[in-house]
């Protein structure tokens, strides 16, 4: 089988999850191919909490890499905010749009290509990258987050220290001038720049 960011001809294996936030069980569809399928991943959670606690804009996000949709889906939700949900996996896509329309969230959900030419300009850009992709592929997330950020902006990104924690923050620094750990959960850090 192809890894969760690429898109492979197997069979689909669709199942449901439940996940509970703020007195609201969520319930996404997912599928075999797409990461984390069986829950939602500690990582993604925390990343979650985080933003909700954290964020107090309004306008639009981007959830980049936003695989099944949990992400854009969850802060839309709660904190009444556009998603704009970007993926590389066709099946994913297809999963965000039903899991967004499930949960009557107004949501972009598009393929990278199609990202690249709308200009967006949001202030919350959120992503829990796909590491296994490769450094590079992370690394241009970053500078897509700088980019796409109004002023003022917010950018997090959830990471563990074993996948280059340490060289993440630095490049955010160096790329908004600052950088802040804005929690850290078993093992998970939410890293947070501000444009």
Known sequence: MSHYFTTDNTPHEFSEIKFSFNDHVYRFKTDRGVFSKNQIDYGTEVLIRTVFSEFKGSGDLIDMGAGYGPIGTVLGKELGLRPVMVEVNEDAIQLSIENTRREKVNADVLDRESYEDMPFNVSLYVTNPPFRAGKDTVLDMLSDGFK????????????????????????????????????????????????
Request: net charge positive; charged share 30%.
């Open 148 to 195: 796409r950020l109004d002023l003022k902006g917010e950018f997090y990104m959830v990471v563990q220290k074993k996948q280059g924690m340490a060289s993440y923050k630095k490049h955010l620094k160096a790329l908004f001038g600052n950088v802040e750990i804005a929690s850290k959960d078993r093992g998970y850090y939410i890293l947070k720049s501000t444009k």
